[in-house]
């Protein structure tokens, strides 16, 4: 998926970070398997399940500009009739036409909606200006097919939190988005996201006692964080974005009372290039 960046800051094991200039999508747990696969515990109460590592051959059937700059696409094939993805930010591997074509360009996207019934896919593809992933979606029509691998694995957050935060851009609001369809009951929350253009702020379905706040800028999210108290009880932190952005955000939040290493989970969805 490009050059790989160092990465410094805490994921819980087993991730596999987002790499380069990516777009992103998100919901229930979506499984339409009986699914498989060895499951660890996690130190951190996170249940990681392995999943087999599948690639299927997918046929768009529609697609849907939701904002401006967000388009969802939906993908058919019967190669879903196992597919599974149990976590709100697991991901799958779009695999594209590249400049050489016996080397397609992989790029890591969440899975938003699958329909078992009708063997159905959605994936939200942020439009940048430039980008593999999303010169395709930009131009994809029904009856184009798309090759998708995964998801390799889910990481599954225990059910009896009190609290969760998430912070992160537009690559990282489809993942938010589906945390908030699978929202544990009985949990406080705090959604923050960065978002310049209002025409991006679309309306967002919040559980009772999650709030959600719609930032400007690089600078109000720092003011944000910064202001931010963690609740009483168990928690985690979850942000995602871009990686240098993403950094800053993980080092103000281990400073929290409270919040210590292993209940942050902090991804590099994408990475401005020097």
Not at 12 to 21: A, V
Not at 105 to 127: A, M
Not at 171 to 196: D, F, H, K, S, Y
């Amino acid at each position: 998926m490009g050059q790989s960046i160092r990465w410094f800051f805490a994921r819980w094991p087993g991730d596999r970070p987002h790499h380069e200039l990516c777009d992103s999508p998100s919901a229930g747990p979506l499984d339409g398997t009986r699914m498989s696969a060895p499951i660890d515990t996690l130190p951190s109460g996170v249940t990681r399940i392995r999943h087999p590592l599948k690639r299927r051959q997918l046929t768009v059937t529609r697609t849907l500009r939701v904002t401006p700059k967000l388009v969802r696409i939906t993908l058919h094939g019967d190669e879903l009739h196992d597919f599974a993805s149990l976590g709100f930010d697991d991901h799958v591997k779009v695999l594209l036409p590249g400049a050489d074509p016996s080397e397609p360009v992989g790029r890591d996207y969440t899975p938003l909606r699958y329909d078992p019934t009708t063997c159905e896919l959605d994936l939200d593809f942020v439009l940048h200006d430039v980008g593999a992933a999303s010169d395709w979606a930009a131009q994809a029509k029904p009856g184009q097919t798309l090759t998708v691998a995964g998801p390799r694995g889910s990481a599954l957050l225990p059910q009896d939190l009190q609290w969760l935060f998430l912070m992160g851009d537009a690559t990282a609001l489809p993942a938010m988005t589906r945390c908030l369809n699978e929202w544990p009951a009985g949990c406080a929350g705090q959604l923050a996201v960065l978002m310049p253009s209002p025409a991006e702020r679309r309306a967002l379905l919040l559980p009772p006692g999650v709030n959600l706040q719609w930032l400007d800028n690089e600078l109000a999210c720092i003011e944000f964080a910064q202001q931010w108290t963690p609740p009483a009880g168990l928690g985690y932190v979850w942000c995602a974005g871009e990686a240098q952005e993403v950094a800053a955000w993980r080092e103000i939040f281990i400073t929290k009372p409270g919040v210590s290493p292993d209940r942050i989970k902090a991804s590099a969805y994408w990475r401005v290039r020097p």
